[in-house]
T-cell receptor
Framework: QQPVQSPQAVILREGEDAVINCSSS?????VHWYRQKHGEAPIFLMI?????EQKGHDKISASFNEKKQQSSLYLTASQLSYSGTYFC????????FGAGTRLTVKP | DAGVIQSPRHEVTEMGQEVTLRCKPI?????LFWYRQTMMRGLELLIY????????DSGMPEDRFSAKMPNASFSTLKIQPSEPRDSAVYFC?????????????FGDGTRLSIL
């Protein structure tokens, strides 16, 4: 079953923060986060394993609440390069991707 | 290191024709995934292989679709006969494991248009 992402789209000014959420109805092995720019392949950002961990990568971090089967991606002090569509991928018996969140960062 | 290599990058063909998409995974990766991406349905997993063996093909839409992995460095996705609704971007991805914190590395995709 496909994970549910929210919001569907968000528009930011440079320097603003954003949170993207991903939830699943099933217990998960892991949650993956990817960013895809128009016309390009999805690029891996980070992966979170069950156990409720949190990870960071520069100004992008994520958390995974195993009890709720929810993950959140945090983008702080956004940059123009952050624009793109963000997908969460939930891994259990197979890999399912959410519908994506289109993030636009404006100057 | 070379990433996942897909060919062709673009394919335009007429309805009813056979289409073959090709993928070379990253050397040493033992999982290979085929995805289809459309505006309407997003990124869908079609099939994945482990050590060249198909594990789950429940995402393959119809019998017109078939996939093979004859060896660790090559996989094909075939559509026969093709239909306009098969138009999409098809991605191949590979990883070094599943459930072990292994990311998937995507190829650049094949943009398929069926007229």
């Amino acid at each position: 079953q496909q994970p549910v992402q929210s919001p569907q789209a968000v528009i930011l000014r440079e320097g603003e923060d954003a949170v993207i959420n991903c939830s699943s109805s099933k217990a998960l092995y892991s949650v993956h986060w990817y960013r895809q720019k128009h016309g390009e392949a999805p690029i891996f950002l980070m992966i979170l394993l069950k156990g409720g961990e949190q990870k960071g990568h520069d100004k992008i971090s994520a958390s995974f609440n195993e009890k709720k089967q929810q993950s959140s991606l945090y983008l702080t002090a956004s940059q123009l390069s952050y624009s793109g569509t963000y997908f969460c991928g939930t891994e259990r018996d197979d890999m399912r991707f959410g519908a994506g969140t289109r993030l636009t960062v404006k100057p | 290191d070379a990433g996942v290599i897909q060919s062709p990058r673009h394919e335009v063909t007429e309805m009813g024709q056979e289409v073959t998409l090709r993928c070379k995974p990253i050397s040493g990766h033992d999982y290979l995934f085929w995805y289809r991406q459309t505006m309407m349905r997003g990124l869908e997993l079609l099939i994945y292989f482990n050590n060249n063996v198909p594990i789950d093909d429940s995402g393959m839409p119809e019998d017109r679709f078939s996939a093979k992995m004859p060896n660790a460095s090559f996989s094909t996705l075939k559509i026969q006969p093709s239909e306009p609704r098969d138009s999409a971007v098809y991605f191949c991805a590979s990883s070094g494991g599943r459930g072990l914190g292994q990311p998937q590395h995507f190829g650049d995709g094949t943009r398929l248009s069926i007229l």
